[in-house]
């Protein structure tokens, strides 16, 4: 019998890219099964989420309870040490050809962990698509996460056309490339020559013009352009961002927008560092949670 559910309706084309990201944000509903119209696929979801609707959906017979996993592309990664759970989420779906277990946190300047290969080919490397754009990712030697997808789309809905954005820790460019659909110029910094030397393969992957790759320490930035250059400023170095604030506030325009992110515990946890730099609005929102009691948040400031 089907059940009523909560669920996204996307066209065929972007099925398997949206699938994943539900998964990747813990969203796809294990309980029921996918269904599919001449067009359309239909994603039952856990609960009510942007874009969701009700539909109808068949409940599965038997629960296919996956282990907790992080899917980037082709990679599945979990942080509990299972050959066995290894071995079933390869077989779970075709597109899976790697299973990491990861063995540390996010740790120094490059922001990257350590990886063991637990299942398929031995690589930490793996193609991923986000909302119609390709990228290369290379797991162990620069940062990337699939679960921020949705927040780079909330930042491109909101903003102009024509905008001059900065990206001071790109990494290998997943905001860099979302947000490039609508800004005029794009410069994209990092210091790791890993992430830059990837960020390039994805600027060229998906076509991209107006993008301009740095390698660099983002604390150089205002010796290269002059004060108030830019409309938009993305700071995702959420461990380490606060040394860096003074100069994302010098090169940010007045009436322009500062994404802060930062990993903290409390609501608010930053509003007095940043009350140090603008008396403009400031909203805070949470982004995912990260850790027991910890959550990443993003801080949308307005310069003044
Ligand atoms: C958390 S990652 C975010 C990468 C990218 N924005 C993303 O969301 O995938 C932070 C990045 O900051 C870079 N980074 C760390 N210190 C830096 C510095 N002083 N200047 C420029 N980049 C830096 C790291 O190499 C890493 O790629």
Same mark, same amino acid.
């Given at each position: ?12 084309? +972007? *099925? ?7 998964? %990747? ?33 068949? %409940? ?25 759970? %290894? ?24 922001? /990257? ?6 299942? *398929?080919?031995?690589? /930490? ?8 754009? $390709?990228?290369? +990712? ?10 921020? %997808? ?16 900065? &990206?001071? #820790? ?20 990092? +210091?790791?020559? &890993? ?22 320490? !983002?604390?150089?930035?205002? *010796?290269? #352009?002059?004060?108030?250059?830019? &409309? ?15 100069? !994302? #506030? ?17 609501? *608010? ?8 730099? /603008? ?5 805070? $929102?949470?982004? $995912? ?10 801080? &949308?400031?307005?310069?003044?």
């Amino acid at each position: 019998m089907p059940e009523k559910c909560w669920g996204i309706k996307v066209k065929k084309i +972007i *099925g398997e890219e949206t699938r994943q990201r539900l998964i %990747a944000d813990g969203n796809l509903h294990p309980d029921f099964k996918p269904k599919k119209d001449s067009e359309h696929l239909y994603f039952p979801v856990k609960e009510k989420i942007p874009d969701s609707e009700t539909f109808e959906f068949e %409940a599965r017979s038997v629960k296919q309870e996956l282990p907790r996993h992080e899917l980037i592309g082709g990679i599945a990664v979990i942080h509990e040490k299972s050959n066995k759970d %290894a071995e079933m989420l390869l077989r779970s779906r075709p597109v899976i050809h790697t299973v990491l277990y990861s063995e540390s946190a996010v740790t120094g300047e490059y922001r /990257t962990k350590d990886y063991q290969v637990l299942a *398929g080919g031995n690589t /930490t490397e793996t193609d991923y698509t986000e909302y119609g754009l $390709r990228f290369k +990712i290379d797991l162990s030697k620069a940062y990337f996460s699939a679960r921020l %997808a949705n927040e780079r789309q909330r930042i491109l809905n909101s903003m102009k056309e024509g905008e001059r954005l900065l &990206d001071l #820790f790109a990494g290998v460019g997943p905001f860099a490339v979302a947000l490039s659909r609508k800004a005029s110029v794009v410069i994209a910094n990092d +210091i790791n020559p &890993d992430a830059v030397r990837l960020m390039d393969e994805n600027i060229r992957l998906n076509r991209i013009k107006n993008i301009t790759p740095m390698l660099g320490d !983002a604390l150089h930035m205002p *010796g290269i #352009f002059p004060d108030g250059s830019f &409309d938009r400023i993305i700071m995702n170095l959420p461990m380490n961002s606060v040394p860096f604030l003074k100069t !994302a #506030f010098q090169l940010c325009r007045k009436g322009g927008v500062i994404h802060f992110y930062s990993i903290q515990e409390e609501e *608010g946890g930053m509003m007095e560092e940043l009350r140090k730099f /603008t008396t403009g609005k400031i909203t805070e $929102r949470k982004v $995912r949670s990260y850790a027991p009691k910890l959550h990443h948040a993003v801080y &949308d400031v307005i310069c003044e």
